[in-house]
């Protein structure tokens, strides 16, 4: 499937299912704000839109400005328009009386002290609602797949392309950042899903290094992480390869690192918690002695944004399940000598092994 | 000056600066949650990243995670870090019975509300300073100055080169916003200030237009409205230019949309405030009948984000202060014929006239 042939999102249906948690928690309306959970609900993409949703869809209101009114008539036309700069007041005169649930972690605490006043005036309750839509987005429906399907195929395909044909001593971390994000751009992807990670020689120690004019160099070990975006969905894939020679405790760091995400992605089964998935592939880190050097969670879920529920790291009570995407991408990091991280996005399926959406080889690849 | 060629930042000073309206407000400590403001204060730009002030220098701490630990060594290495991924939990920690100055719009609700609850039991008292760092950032320093000259340089021969190069009919939106980004990185930008409005015929009747596939027609306008980023500091720059032929009515709406311009530049001076800077350029478009058609402030302050203080709109009582930079941006928009947009970035200085950081010429340029 190609970027340009996917099939459509079924906003109002999204919507739907959130109004049904709206009677679960006695609310008449519920106040989006977080912008990637507005995209989710309706397709809106500006810098400013929230929706407003009641508990019957004829209430549903996106409320924006004038600078996005025509773009929003293109994206939804299917819901209602308010053009107001201040959705909160906005918020309380169509919804007088309501009990209002809002996002609070995705209003600032200046607006939300702002609101409990007004709020009380408007005789509207308030009650935060933080992780409602959230819950929804986890389980990716078809047109997300699809969509994160493309973005982890052209990543795969570019670095691919990138180890055989543009790789080599001499050139620059950010040269192979540029040339891999271009490529990106060029297979069809909206943008990048996060700025490279190319990190090489002792940078590779550094987990989220930003590329520089450090050159390639025989010996290096060379980490690229990195991912498209297709319509909002982020592809996240790392590959450690080695350049013209690798010494030895090198090499068993890359091998004990690849066995690690082996294990880590067969724990990716339905009922597995996400902090199940982490232990599995840390005890393999952890037993070859290098815990202390292993210093991130094990992944992280994957979607309309590059980390999102649910937690793949230590502790985490997360229970995967059947359409959830996340990343499996355990790491060991040596200061000053290199670094080895190998990453995959997969997505749980009912019956194991889960899909992997992104599967360049794991065996150390020495260009 | 070239990207690679520009004085350094002083964060120390903007830090003492900072402590200096500690006292002000009876504070001992500020924490600074907002990563722009983060940034301008240490030169962290990680995702993760809160920066502890106190009233003595030997206190400030950047609060990050293990991920970040190298890149903040390498980024500020004149300032001390603790780990911790609980910022507020660490903040109650190292501040004892503080009297906590704290960011409230970068806070979010939930933030707030957990903090009240912490810091009662901590001793500490919260209060919200939000703008103190936004009201240093207001003029811009040496340093700043220097990079937005170089956004804009590189923004204004970019766009000159697309002009005369590229421009033609048959191209598409979304091939001219790919082209122009580009060639943006190749002259040495860091990135794009913004996604870049390509906006043809009818398409250009939208103020924030997304590149789509639509290819430029005889007798389009054509608005490009874009911006290179370097280090951190954006340019924000744009033209309306003609496609092989224009009618007389479109060619007039471009000369009442130059001389609103040109209006808004000359009161760019000092002690004017933002609010009449737009009313005199708003006043030439009123005058010309086009009035509703002008849907959208006349300009915004420019700096480490692409829309900051001060605020250039209707009613804006912000007072221009040399060292302010700024856009003046009229536009005119006719739903399904088409619009223009002149737009430049200009510095206050002492003076009168402002400094152009862009002046690519206004006349109407038929391609």
């Known amino acids: 499937m190609s970027a340009t042939d996917l099939p459509p999102h079924d906003h109002a249906g999204r919507r739907d299912r959130a109004r049904q948690r709206l009677g679960d928690m006695s609310a008449s309306h519920l106040l989006v704000t977080d912008p990637v959970n507005v995209r989710y609900l309706t397709g809106f993409t500006g810098s400013?839109?929230?929706?407003?949703?009641?508990?019957?869809?004829?209430?549903?209101?996106?409320?924006?400005?004038?600078?996005?009114?025509?773009?929003?008539?293109?994206?939804?036309p299917d819901l209602d328009r308010i053009l107001d700069r201040d959705p909160l007041g906005a918020t309380l005169a169509l919804a007088p009386g309501a009990a209002l649930l809002v996002e609070a972690s995705h209003l600032s605490w200046r607006q939300g002290m702002k609101l409990t006043e007004s709020?009380?005036?408007?005789?509207?309750?308030?009650k935060d609602a933080d992780g409602i839509?959230?819950?929804?987005?986890?389980?990716?429906?078809?047109?997300?797949?699809?969509?994160?399907?493309?973005?982890c195929r052209i990543t795969?395909?570019?670095?691919?392309w990138l180890f055989s044909e543009v790789v080599a001593v001499g050139r620059t971390e950010a040269e192979l950042a540029l040339r891999?994000?271009?490529?990106?751009?060029?297979?069809?992807?909206?943008?990048?899903?996060?700025?490279?990670?190319?990190?090489?020689?002792?940078?590779?120690?550094?987990?989220?290094?930003?590329?520089?004019?450090?050159?390639?160099?025989h010996g290096d070990l060379l980490t690229i992480d990195c991912g498209a975006e297709v319509d909002g969905y982020h592809a996240d894939h790392t590959r450690t390869v080695a350049i013209g020679h690798l010494d030895t405790e090198l090499?068993?760091?890359?091998?004990?690192?690849?066995?690690?995400?082996?294990?880590?992605?067969?724990?990716?089964?339905?009922?597995?918690?996400?902090g199940e998935v982490d232990a599995a592939a840390r005890r393999v880190i952890e037993e070859a002695g290098y815990a202390d050097a292993f210093v991130h969670g094990t992944g992280h879920g994957v979607g309309l944004q590059i980390h999102e529920s649910p937690s793949v790291g230590q502790g985490s009570a997360a229970t995967l399940r059947p359409g959830m995407a996340l990343t499996v991408e355990p790491g060991i990091y040596l200061p000053g000598r290199g670094g080895v991280r190998i990453e995959d996005t997969l997505v749980v399926t009912a019956?194991?092994?889960?899909?992997?959406?992104?599967d360049t080889p794991r065996e150390l690849l020495v260009l």
């Open 48 to 76: 400013n839109g929230q929706l407003l949703l009641g508990a019957e869809a004829s209430v549903d209101r996106l409320i924006t400005d004038p600078r996005y009114d025509e773009r929003a008539a293109a994206s939804c």
């Open 119 to 126: 709020a009380r005036d408007a005789g509207v309750t308030v």
């Open 133 to 151: 839509v959230e819950s929804l987005r986890l389980t990716k429906d078809t047109a997300e797949l699809a969509r994160l399907a493309v973005a």
């Open 156 to 160: 795969q395909d570019t670095l691919a």
């Open 180 to 217: 891999l994000e271009r490529a990106f751009i060029d297979a069809g992807a909206d943008g990048v899903a996060f700025p490279s990670i190319v990190a090489s020689g002792p940078n590779a120690a550094i987990p989220h290094h930003e590329p520089t004019a450090r050159q390639l160099a």
């Open 251 to 274: 090499a068993e760091v890359h091998e004990t690192v690849r066995r690690a995400q082996e294990v880590g992605r067969a724990a990716v089964v339905p009922e597995a918690s996400g």
């Open 351 to 358: 019956e194991a092994p889960a899909q992997e959406l992104t």
